[in-house]
């Protein structure tokens, strides 16, 4: 037999083993992690888990393995800090949130911000962005606001608790919703970032929206790990 059939017939075994190992993959449910140092997590992991994924708790960094997706809850970002400076966990965080789909909010907006204010605090400097903390005054000042946002589907309620404020982002930023003028919802590649508390609301539509960006960028990944030499790895 001319063995450039052979070769063409086992080229394409490979590309569908491939393709059947992919969409295996696609249709297992997403593992989202959760960092669970302080703070409201255990929120997130039920609207994470009614959205339909595998939701999993971190407290430790080889927890980060094997995630499709985290999520920064909030709380206290000082506190936070020193859970995170303690186990030697700050440096890992910082690069698993710079590769992998991360959603922070409040106090994890102010983890993973750039440059922190009111106080300087550090960060893991991953939104190109200027988060001023506390800056819409004490707890008593918290509040509820249905807003305009890029969403499908009309306003959102949105939950502030001594919410910190974004006052800067970088070109690189999109903004998904806003406060007075100031960006409240911004996603930045795989990373979305809310001031306020979707987790404790009923609608679900910022816990979709991420859910569907970490599917995107799983299967981005997939693609390029299971295409054999030479397939083209984008559709
Ligand atoms: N004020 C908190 C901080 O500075 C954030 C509040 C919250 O996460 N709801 O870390």
Redesign the pocket.
């Known amino acids: 037999m001319n063995p450039g059939i052979i070769q063409t017939k086992e080229a394409m075994a490979t590309a569908t083993n491939a393709v059947a190992q992919q969409s295996a993959e696609e249709t297992k449910p997403l593992t989202i992690g959760v960092l669970a140092l302080q ?2 997590y255990e929120a997130h992991a039920r609207a994470f888990a009614q959205a339909g994924a595998r939701t999993v708790l971190v407290r430790k960094p080889e927890e980060l393995k094997g995630l499709d997706g985290l999520v920064l ?8 800090l020193k859970f995170l400076e303690k186990k030697g966990f700050f440096d890992t965080l910082g690069e698993f949130v710079a590769n992998t789909p991360c959603f922070a ?7 993973v911000a750039r440059e922190v204010l009111h106080p300087k ?1 550090r960060s893991l400097g991953v939104l190109d962005a200027t988060v001023e ?2 800056a819409y005054g004490r707890q008593i000042d ?1 509040t509820i606001l249905t807003l305009p946002t890029e969403l499908p589907g009309g306003p959102l309620e949105m939950v ?5 404020r974004i006052t800067r982002v970088g070109p690189g930023v999109e903004v998904l919703a806003k406060r007075n003028g100031f960006p409240v919802l911004v996603r930045q590649g795989n990373l979305l970032v809310a001031t306020f ?1 979707p987790e404790m609301t009923s609608d679900a539509r910022v816990q979709q929206l991420f859910l569907e960006m970490v599917r995107r960028h799983k299967s981005g990944s997939l693609q390029s790990a299971t295409a054999p030499a030479g397939m083209p790895t984008t559709s």
Do not use: K, V
Request: charged share 15%.
């Open positions: 703070g409201d809850p909030g709380g206290e970002s000082t506190t936070m909010t409040c106090a994890g907006c102010i983890l605090q903390r506390n918290s502030f608790i001594r919410a910190p508390h």
